[in-house]
């Protein structure tokens, strides 16, 4: 790969006090090294994003919105390009990291439509020698703090909104996967964005999230990742009152009745569960069957589990690619133990598979029996790990499917039609997908509650997040 550098106010910046080394989690190679940022050039990027604000804000919508349009045919003109990096430095599987390429370009054209229907209000007055106006204009100074595990997309669901604003950005990539949001910065230098716009800086968390949390310029943060940080940057955040936009963790359950169609609800399960090998903040980590069904759907999920491919994502016949690293793997490693010494079964899976690779490799697993206090029946996975449990009635896996502080995401296999919405009326979660386990499309708002975080992502709903409304009150 090409030598890298971090993209501040326009320009390519190569000066650093040290050098952050990029690895391919498959196999360990050595692929790329990246300037990391001192705390001087991350005020340099905000002040310079500062500075853009004014001229970009006041850019017709229209305009914002060709540009937003070119990004996006950029990106799909390079996107076989794209994919390779996001492999490269991710480990998830081409075919995966293809539909990320696709749909981050997706998020870009959808927004650039809706940067062109900003509307206001006019407002009735009380009396007749006043009109009242309500407008929406940008925050200011976004900083766009986002997570390894879907190193583009990612990017563009928090980027192409606020540019639709009219808001100017500071992105700060997650350290195991830098490559992929530089790679956009290109696109975004190509296409024309006006010096400033967007800025790219790559480092120390402390140091960054310091200069962003302790900056009166930086009037907004949008995270992805953890809950435990999301918190920690609510509080530092609460001193300069700047707007938040969270998307922390999350403890999926997904639910199987009696009537689901049993080989649609399995496919859902792989689909949800072992997509970027279980990396996901919305994949299933609790698997809930219906007890009269319970036997016959373990059997063909545990036959469907076990005929996943893992190795290098770069393969076409791998399903599932490593984790990202060590930490990951030793934390499900953590939890199948947690999980056995309480009694749980191990259906399939459960220990790392004998590949001629150094990465963080995982076998998919599913493991049954196991009481609800057990590590996996509380804590976020991150990784190819599935607990199973039984259940018989409707207010009883309600409830079990509730009592978590996470609630980003949800899943239900059934047909009955008042079944089904009683139950994703009951659940405790932003997003439920019914018969559905991928439910995520660009036009739709992504978000959670509870623990899981608050603000959308997506949609109309997404562009919001990026608007202050201002009232105006005219005196005639």
């Not at 952050?20 to 090294?33: M, T």
């Not at 001087?40 to 919105?65: C, D, G, M, Q």
């Not at 370009?105 to 009109?131: C, H, L, M, Q």
């Amino acid at each position: 790969m090409e030598p890298y550098s971090l993209y501040v106010g326009g320009r390519w910046v190569k000066e650093s006090e040290a050098l952050l080394n990029v690895y391919n989690p498959a196999s360990g190679e050595h692929i790329a090294a990246v300037p990391t940022a001192s705390r001087e050039l991350v005020h340099e990027s905000i002040e310079t994003a500062y500075n853009a604000f004014p001229l970009w804000s006041r850019t017709p919508a229209a305009k914002r919105a060709q540009l937003l349009r070119a990004v996006a045919q950029k990106i799909r003109e390079n996107a076989d390009y794209l994919a390779q990096v996001l492999t490269s430095e991710q480990g998830k599987p081409f075919s995966e990291a293809r539909g990320e390429i696709a749909i981050s370009a997706d998020y870009f054209e959808w927004n650039a439509e809706e940067a062109k229907r900003i509307y206001g209000e006019t407002i009735p007055a009380s009396v007749s020698n006043k009109r009242l106006l309500a407008l929406r204009q940008p925050v200011g100074v976004v900083a766009s703090i986002t997570p390894w595990n879907f190193p583009a997309s990612m990017i563009a669901r928090k980027v192409a909104p606020a540019l639709a604003a009219g808001c100017s950005v500071v992105i700060k990539p997650a350290s195991a996967t830098p490559l992929s949001a530089l790679e956009l910065a290109r696109i975004f230098d190509e296409v024309g964005i006006p010096a400033g716009v967007i800025n790219v800086v790559v480092g120390n968390a402390a140091v960054v999230a310091s200069e962003i949390l302790n900056n009166p310029k930086v009037r907004k943060i949008s995270f992805t990742g953890s809950t435990e940080v999301g918190q920690n940057l609510m509080r530092e955040a609460a001193a300069d009152l700047k707007r938040l936009s969270l998307e922390l963790g999350g403890h999926a359950p997904f639910i199987v009745m009696d009537d689901a169609d049993l080989d649609l609800a399995v496919s859902g399960v792989i689909g949800s569960k072992y997509r970027n090998a279980g990396q996901t903040c919305i994949c299933a980590n609790r698997l809930y069957v219906q007890n009269g069904i319970y036997e016959e759907f373990g059997r063909r999920l545990a036959k469907a589990v076990e005929a996943l491919r893992v190795g290098n994502g770069m393969e076409a016949s791998v399903d599932v690619g490593p984790l990202i690293d060590e930490a990951a793997l030793n934390k499900v490693e953590r939890q199948v133990e947690d999980a056995v010494e309480r009694g749980g079964r191990v259906m399939v899976g459960g220990s790392r598979p004998n590949l001629p690779l150094s990465g963080a490799f995982y076998l998919p697993t599913v493991v049954d029996r196991i009481p609800h206090d057990a590590l996996v029946a509380r804590e976020e996975t991150f990784g190819p790990l599935l607990g199973m449990w039984g259940f018989d009635t409707d207010d009883e896996v309600v409830s079990m499917a509730n009592n978590t502080p996470y609630g980003l995401a949800a899943y239900f296999y059934g047909k009955d039609f008042a079944r089904v919405t009683r139950m994703y009326e009951a659940l405790e979660y932003g997003i439920v997908g019914v018969n559905d386990p991928v439910p995520t499309v660009v036009q739709a708002p992504f978000g959670g509650v509870k623990h899981s975080g608050h603000g959308r992502e997506g949609g109309h709903q997404g562009l919001d997040e990026y608007l202050d409304w201002k009232f105006v009150s005219i005196g005639l």
